[in-house]
């Protein structure tokens, strides 16, 4: 069965993430296309985002992704969506924080925010910095990013080369306070510690 057919199943941008939700994160070092997560049944939150594109994509969206960049800490692909002018996003997270958006958010810095006080490393250090433009995927077409067999690791790459926008000053950075404890666990609840970034 083809991409589409497979995906015919995800028909709004909840049950995409509820898909994500249910398979547990890639802690391997491959970049998997939409069609493998859907044949390996596992994802990180690279594949998840470009999945997640692809299939907002068979709904009439653009496959768009977006790279939220960190300090001392991983970074984190959502895939964006735009509905009656706000933005929302679906991502893939082996946190239970950093998942979901509803489609509110007037602008990218918005819904980039919205990540902010929940984007902590495991030693407590609030750590997101910047957004990027938005990134669409279909520049990759002609390598059938969707359902090829190669590593993706190329896309990934080509998201640190876009332009960001920061969202603190040096200044504000140096002075966050530590993710309190009930949202420190909150967030690690489930995860898979093989697939966390381990902080200096």
Same mark, same amino acid.
């Given at each position: 069965?083809?991409?589409?057919?497979?995906?015919?199943?995800?028909?709004?941008? !909840?049950?995409?993430?509820?898909?994500?939700?249910?398979?547990?994160?890639?802690?391997?070092?491959?970049?998997?296309?939409?069609?493998? !997560?859907?044949?390996?049944?596992?994802?990180?939150?690279?594949?998840?985002?470009?999945?997640?594109?692809?299939?907002?994509?068979?709904?009439?969206?653009?496959?768009? &992704?977006?790279?939220?960049?960190?300090?001392?800490?991983?970074?984190?692909?959502?895939?964006?969506?735009?509905? /009656?002018?706000? %933005? /929302?996003?679906?991502?893939?997270?082996?946190?239970?924080?950093?998942?979901?958006?509803?489609? !509110?958010?007037?602008?990218?810095?918005?819904?980039?925010? $919205?990540?902010?006080?929940?984007?902590?490393?495991?030693? /407590?250090?609030?750590?997101?910095?910047?957004?990027?433009?938005? &990134?669409?995927?279909?520049?990759?077409?002609?390598?059938? %990013?969707?359902?090829?067999?190669?590593?993706?690791?190329?896309? /990934?790459?080509?998201?640190?080369? !876009?332009?960001?926008?920061?969202?603190?000053?040096?200044?504000?950075?140096?002075?966050? $306070?530590?993710?309190?404890?009930?949202?420190?666990?909150?967030?690690?609840?489930?995860?898979? &510690?093989?697939?966390?970034?381990?902080?200096?």
């Amino acid at each position: 069965m083809e991409l589409s057919g497979l995906m015919k199943p995800l028909d709004s941008p !909840v049950k995409i993430q509820e898909f994500l939700d249910s398979i547990p994160y890639n802690t391997t070092k491959r970049t998997l296309s939409p069609l493998l !997560v859907l044949k390996e049944k596992m994802a990180h939150c690279m594949d998840g985002g470009m999945f997640a594109a692809a299939a907002l994509r068979r709904l009439g969206y653009p496959p768009l &992704i977006v790279d939220l960049s960190a300090e001392n800490d991983d970074d984190h692909i959502i895939a964006v969506f735009r509905e /009656g002018g706000s %933005w /929302g996003a679906v991502a893939k997270s082996n946190t239970t924080v950093l998942r979901f958006r509803e489609p !509110v958010y007037k602008t990218l810095r918005e819904l980039a925010m $919205s990540y902010f006080e929940m984007y902590y490393n495991l030693n /407590g250090q609030k750590t997101l910095r910047s957004y990027s433009r938005t &990134i669409d995927l279909s520049r990759f077409d002609e390598r059938g %990013w969707e359902t090829t067999d190669e590593d993706l690791e190329y896309i /990934g790459d080509y998201t640190y080369t !876009v332009r960001h926008y920061p969202l603190i000053t040096p200044t504000q950075a140096g002075k966050l $306070s530590d993710v309190p404890k009930y949202l420190y666990d909150a967030g690690f609840s489930g995860a898979d &510690i093989d697939g966390l970034y381990k902080p200096s």
